[in-house]
């Protein structure tokens, strides 16, 4: 037994009220009037039943003044897992959306993408990112940086200097017919992905890892792509790339990779498809390549605002979900224009009504699923659901305190509503205002308090 000293420092916080998470099996949980603990690890100590309150204060040896109190139209709940981010392109987000993909790349992409040797360029738009995306509730980002190793370093600490958990790729390409002086030769991108994850891995950040990033198959030739399924191997890493997004880049996958049967099929071979993989798109995939995936284990980032936004496709979740594959959600900043996940959720559920629109058979996704794909959903994609994306005890407290009604914010409400609205209020119509404060890790990341490093 700890004694009681011992017991009122293992827990550093405490909340009362409305939480509405999901779980394997529900996708929407709604609890009210439970306390919530945290430990000073940053972990979920208990939830329970608010009547309990005695018997919990003195077990885990915390004072009732101490609990936070949630008002009116007030409800906790996880954070937002964006699957899949480019960090670099952040600076022309909401613009250039005028071009389909392979042009897109060359026209604005990799133009902007080779100013990041400077670093203090990059410094400048990836605090940018890291702020406006944990400001909107993205406790975890999977972040796609540059070709450059110190740029991408830099982003790992600026995420680790605001609390944001994260991935960070530093991207690998060594075949760019378009703009020649945007790639990296075979040699350097093996040796600057083995430095990056050394030295990422050095820096012992605690919500921050490294993680295999071939840009996308046309951009890697495939021993570049054989070479980096080894080193995620060798290294036990995540991988992340795209997959089968737009039907043009399909055709190029199939005549730069003759031999392979389809574009899933040239990932397999070069062992960049395991339980630790998420592949964003995924738009255009034959069911038989959602079996591979299933069978690997790997996972889609479905990203809807730039699937429309450049013409690219729509990915049908439901047919994903039959074929249980693990999907998450992504904003694809700047192919998306969003960096909110919100906005993620809502293209979503878009997306899902239009594929009814075509085809009144189509079950239309609700908003309670893709809650859960928001949050748990991206979790289990990134395969983090062990230690984040609800509130199980002894994963760490990442959450939203969210008021629907904060003063000044987007939404009005006539009358008191019941938490099931108050949530489908926030995602269809909340912003950053409704934020009030955001979690990682038990660390309140939201309001920000400046970095000394900055
Ligand atoms: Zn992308």
Redesign the pocket.
């Known amino acids: 037994m700890l004694n009681s000293q011992e017991r009122s420092s293992s827990i550093s916080s405490v909340f009362r009220g409305t939480f509405i998470h999901s779980t394997r099996e529900t996708a929407l949980q709604i609890r009210e009037d439970e306390l919530l603990g945290v430990d000073a690890d940053g972990k979920i100590a208990f939830i329970e039943k608010g009547a309990e309150l005695d018997r919990l204060s003195q077990t885990f040896g915390f004072s009732p003044t101490e609990v936070t109190q949630l008002v009116q139209h007030e409800f906790i709940m996880p954070g937002l897992v964006d699957t ?1 981010i ?1 960090a670099s392109q952040y600076s022309y987000a909401g613009t250039a959306l005028d071009m389909p993909l392979l042009q897109w790349l060359n026209t604005y992409t990799f133009p902007v993408e080779s100013h990041f040797k400077d670093l203090q360029f990059a410094r400048r738009v990836y605090s940018q990112v890291v702020k406006r995306t944990l400001r909107n509730g993205t406790t975890t980002a999977c972040y ?1 940086a540059t070709i450059h190793t110190d740029a991408s370093l830099l982003l790992g600490q600026i995420a680790n200097d605001f609390g944001q958990r994260a991935f960070v790729g530093k991207v690998c390409m060594d075949r760019n017919n378009f703009v020649k002086h945007y790639k990296e030769t075979n040699q350097e991108s093996q040796a600057e992905t083995c430095r990056f994850i050394a030295e990422l891995l050095n820096k012992k950040y605690p919500l921050v890892r490294p993680v295999v990033t071939p840009r996308f198959a046309p951009s890697c030739t495939g021993a570049l792509l054989g070479q980096l399924g080894a080193i995620a191997k060798k290294n036990n890493l995540h991988i992340q790339s ?1 997959i089968s997004e737009n039907i043009e880049e399909i055709k190029l996958v199939k005549e730069l990779f003759p031999d392979s049967e389809s574009y899933t099929d040239v990932y397999l071979k070069h062992n960049l498809l395991t339980d630790k993989t998420v592949m ?1 798109h995924g738009c255009h995939l034959s069911d038989e390549e959602l079996v591979v995936f299933r069978e690997t284990g790997a996972s889609l980032s479905h ?1 809807p605002n ?1 699937n429309i936004s450049l013409c690219s496709g729509i990915l049908n979740v439901r047919n994903v979900m039959k074929h249980k594959v693990k999907l998450g959600l992504g904003t ?1 900043v700047a ?1 998306g224009y969003s960096s909110s996940m919100l906005d993620a959720v809502r293209r979503t559920l878009d997306s899902s009504k239009v594929l009814t629109i075509q085809d009144p058979e189509h079950v239309t996704l609700t908003f309670e699923e893709v809650f859960r794909l928001a949050t748990l959903g991206g979790s289990q994609a990134l395969s983090l659901d062990d230690q984040t994306g609800n509130f199980e005890v002894g994963k760490d407290f990442d959450a939203l305190r969210v008021n629907v009604a904060a003063p000044g914010g987007p939404i009005d409400l006539v009358q008191p509503e019941k938490p099931k609205i108050l949530l489908e209020k926030f995602l269809n119509l909340g912003d950053d205002r409704n934020i009030v404060e955001v979690f990682v890790a038990g660390r309140k990341v939201v309001p920000f308090t400046e970095p000394t490093t900055e």
Do not use: Q, T
């Open positions: 899949h480019h796609f795209h964003a990203c730039s694809d192919g």
